[in-house]
């Protein structure tokens, strides 16, 4: 069965500290993951596709890659702005649907 | 940029009401996807629509319908509203699934049934 699991399911970082989190999946045919931005009581935002393992993408202070079973979203140098719920979803051959994971949840304190 | 506009913010109806949430996108997009989102259970497909007129069940269809009349409106009907519907309703769009662009999300609506 195709899964995607996010963890940690929340993360507090101080101002600065950087880390990353972790999109394990398992999926036969990926065609696409992608990581979204979701602030609370509104929709999530699009922040990345990755398409094959190898791959990286950068905006800002995020930046994720892809290997075959996991994607990784590093955030360097976080600020209080950065904290969100922060999902990820795959697509796979044959359906139009995305799986998502449940997220994870981070703040960051100043 | 794309906007996907969802008609209400909040609501709260009655057990038995019937509902409609309303969701319209500006860019021409063919697929259209509606996902309620629980904590901890994550987003959860109700209904897609691949094109107008065209549906197919997601994975929680049950106690719903949809109505996709123009490319650009895609309506979720709760058929008769129960306790357990209550959940933030999240409508979606896309270019065809042959380009891998990510979903545009509207910003949900917080739904409550009493």
């Known amino acids: 069965e195709d899964q995607v699991t996010q963890s940690p399911e929340a993360l507090r970082l101080q101002e600065g500290e950087s880390s990353s989190l972790n999109c394990s999946y398992t999926?036969?045919?990926?065609?696409?993951l992608f990581w979204y931005r979701q602030d609370p009581g509104k929709g999530p935002e699009f922040l990345f596709t990755l398409y094959s393992a190898g791959e990286e993408k950068e905006k800002e202070r995020l930046k994720a890659t892809l290997t075959k079973k996991e994607s990784f979203l590093h955030i360097t140098a976080p600020k209080p702005e950065d904290s969100a719920t922060y999902l990820c979803?795959?697509?796979?051959?044959?359906?139009?649907?995305?799986?998502f994971g449940t997220g994870t949840r981070l703040k960051v304190l100043a | 940029d794309v906007k996907v506009t969802q008609s209400s913010r909040y609501l709260v109806k009655r057990t038995g009401e019937k509902v409609f949430l309303e969701c319209v996108q500006d860019?021409?997009?063919?697929?259209m996807f509606w996902y309620r989102q629980d904590p901890g259970l994550g987003l959860r497909l109700i209904y897609f629509s691949y094109d107008v007129k065209m549906k197919e069940k997601g994975d929680i269809p049950e106690g719903y319908s949809v109505s996709r009349e123009k490319k650009e409106r895609f309506s979720l009907i709760l058929e008769s509203a129960s306790t357990n519907q209550t959940s933030m309703y999240l409508c979606?769009?896309?270019?065809?699934?042959?380009?891998?662009?990510?979903?545009?999300f509207g910003s949900g609506t917080r739904l409550t049934v009493v």
């Open positions: 999926v036969s045919g990926l065609r696409g």
């Open positions: 860019m021409d997009h063919e697929n």
């Open positions: 979803a795959m697509s796979t051959s044959g359906t139009y649907k995305y799986i």
């Open positions: 979606a769009s896309r270019l065809p699934q042959g380009a891998e662009y990510g979903y545009t």
